[in-house]
Structure formats: C-alpha cells, structure tokens
C-alpha cells in the first residue's frame, strides 16, 4: 500500500523525503504542485509551472537488488513512467539513463538518491517531475513538452499522480525472476535503441557516431562506433547530440 504526503509548497520533494526518511514507512510517496526548487542530476534545475505538473518523490525502503544492480530501479522507473504515458500517445521512450522523451523532447526528469548500509541499499529515494499540463516554458532548458502540448488535453493531477505512483510501486517490487525481463522491456523502450549510427559527444568535445550496443547492470553504456568497436560510458562520460544540441 502506498502512503501519500502532499506538501503544500515544497522546495524539493526528494529533500524532503531524504530528511524524513528514518520516520517513514515504505512506499511512502511525498508530493507537491508547487515545487520551487526541482533537483534534476548532477544538480541541475527542474522548471515547473505551480499546479500544472506532478512532482513527487516515492521511498523504497531495503529494495531487494545488489548495490552492483542498482540500476535496475532506475529501469522499473522509467519503465513504468514509459509505459504510463504510453496510455495517452505514442512516441515515448527512456533517454539514457533515465529521462523521459517523447520522440526528440524530454517531458520527465527522474532523480534517484541511494542510501547504502554496507553492501545494501538503505532506502532509495525517487523523485519524478512529469511536464502535464504546462505549456509555456521560460527556463533555458533546449527541449521541454509536456502532455497537453502532445495531446490537446487538460489533465486531472491527482488522478495522474496514483496511477504513475502505482506503475512504479509495482515493478519495482523487483523480484529476482522478474529482472531479465525488466531488463528487456527498458532495451525495448530504450531511446534511439534501432540499431543505427547517432551523433554524441565525449566529455573532451570529440563528436562520434555510434549505435548503442548495450546497457549493463551497473548503468554503464556500451556503443558500437562507426568502425565496429565497442566502448563502454558511465553516466556523463558520453552525451546524445539531438537536433544539434549535446543533451
């Protein structure tokens, strides 16, 4: 069962939850509509409009994976928000690692914070922003959408808010026989995942083409560049180039 804290206000839901955890039950998801300072990775901002979009955070407590597997709770996320929007439109898909695009525009952000106990993850704390019924944008951020600019529709927040609540909490009951086939879905919903040479650049500017190979246990990327040879990323170490824009 999921427990629900909405916050009037909030600067960041996954700050909050990170100060409360201790005190928390599992499954515990804290939740705003006015969010006024938005984490996104490696500390960037997340641009949310007051009482449009759903910004939240869900606590696992002692998820059932390997500090080396971590990963697969960012591919439950990502999958279950995937498959979430799926319901409205086509064209969603998992930018790697884990943004959400709707064919070249990113309309999700997630953020997952693990705190480690040892060899075990202590809790996992996940923050989500959906873009939903936003649709003007000011922050600098190159190619934000969100579901009203796709569909034409206004939507219900708390509505949408416990049926993405609910697709996370299930698959990420992670149960071991369940993995491969998680794994498989996050491939098959994996974001210019078709085989063919893209354009990236590395961390020195290099611009290559590469197609993506593979995505391991741990998150790293394996691409296969144009000359057939396979090299393995970490988060960062290599970034999509989409419409001209490094992302």
Same mark, same amino acid.
């Given at each position: 069962?999921?427990?629900?804290? /909405? =916050?009037?206000?909030? #600067?960041? &839901? ?5 100060? $409360?955890?201790? *005190?928390?039950? !599992?499954? &515990?998801?804290? +939740? ?7 984490? /996104?990775?490696? /500390? ?16 696992? %407590? ?6 080396? %597997? ?22 969603? #898909?998992? %930018? ?8 070249? *525009? #990113?309309?999700?952000g997630i953020l997952i914070e693990n705190s480690l106990d040892?060899? @075990?993850?202590?809790?996992s704390v996940i923050g989500v922003g959906i873009n939903i ?13 969100? =579901?009203? @600019?796709? &569909? ?5 927040? !708390?509505? =949408?808010?416990?049926?993405?609540? @609910? ?9 071991? !026989? ?12 994996? +974001? ?9 650049? =590395? ?10 190979? $593979?995505?391991?246990? !741990? ?16 988060? #960062?170490?290599? %970034? ?8």
């Amino acid at each position: 069962m999921i427990n629900y804290i /909405g =916050l009037e206000e909030a #600067k960041s &839901t996954n700050t909050y939850l990170l100060e $409360h955890a201790p *005190s928390l039950p !599992d499954r &515990t998801v804290v +939740y705003t509509y006015r969010q006024t300072a938005g984490r /996104g990775q490696k /500390g960037n901002s997340w641009e949310s409009e007051p009482g449009m979009n759903l910004a939240f955070s869900l606590l696992l %407590k002692r998820p059932p994976v390997e500090v080396r %597997k971590q990963f697969y709770i960012s591919e439950a996320v990502s999958v279950a928000i995937c498959d979430f929007l799926s319901q409205f439109a086509d064209g969603f #898909k998992v %930018k790697w690692p884990n943004d959400i695009y709707h064919h070249d *525009s #990113k309309i999700c952000g997630i953020l997952i914070e693990n705190s480690l106990d040892g060899k @075990q993850i202590a809790h996992s704390v996940i923050g989500v922003g959906i873009n939903i019924n936003q649709t003007r944008f000011v922050s600098d951020a190159p190619n934000p959408v969100s =579901l009203k @600019q796709i &569909t034409g529709n206004d939507y219900d927040l !708390d509505q =949408l808010l416990h049926d993405v609540c @609910q697709r996370m909490s299930d698959l990420c009951l992670l149960e071991p !026989d369940t993995l491969d086939a998680l794994h498989n879905r996050y491939m098959h919903s994996l +974001y210019r995942n078709d085989g063919r040479l893209y354009p990236w650049q =590395l961390p020195d500017g290099t611009i290559i083409e590469a197609a993506i190979d $593979h995505v391991a246990p !741990d998150g790293m990327l394996t691409l296969r560049h144009a000359d057939g040879s396979l090299h393995s990323y970490a988060f #960062k170490e290599v %970034k999509h180039i989409i419409n001209n824009i490094t992302l």
